[in-house]
């Protein structure tokens, strides 16, 4: 059965940073290689947004309000994946979410996944 999990949030001062991580089981270590993975977010009284995307081949795909500020990494020999986030705001305070779906295809930070994690929160005071 496939599981993501989340872990590493929390609650951080404006301009600080903070690393996410979504460890994935369930999955061969050559099956994991071939995941489009993401890092979705979603404020209070807000739609769930795309954040940040990885392909299978390592190329990333980011969100505006991001760019720049977070970058997405993944370790394929641990099925982990990573969010690094830097010079954080405010406005990025949301529930983060880890999300997976098999492609070859360069993967956009706001394609469609079919699986998900719980999600960890992270707070941003200014």
């Known amino acids: 059965q496939v599981q993501l999990v989340e872990s590493g949030g929390g609650s951080v001062q404006s301009g600080g940073s903070m690393r996410l991580s979504c460890a994935a089981s369930?999955?061969?270590?050559?099956?994991?290689?071939?995941?489009?993975m993401g890092w979705f977010r979603q404020a209070p009284g807000k739609e769930r947004e795309g954040v940040a995307a990885?392909?299978?081949?390592?190329?990333?795909s980011y969100a505006d309000p991001v760019k720049g500020r977070f970058t997405v990494s993944r370790d394929n020999a641990k099925n982990t994946l990573y969010l690094q986030m830097n010079s954080l705001k405010p406005e990025d305070t949301a529930m983060y979410y880890c999300?997976?779906?098999?492609?070859?295809?360069?993967?956009?930070?706001?394609?469609?996944?079919?699986?998900w994690g719980k999600g960890t929160l992270v707070t941003i005071s200014s």
């Open positions: 999300a997976a779906r098999y492609s070859n295809s360069f993967c956009r930070y706001y394609d469609a996944m079919s699986a």
């Open positions: 369930g999955y061969t270590g050559y099956t994991y290689s071939k995941l489009c």
């Open positions: 990885i392909s299978s081949d390592g190329s990333t």
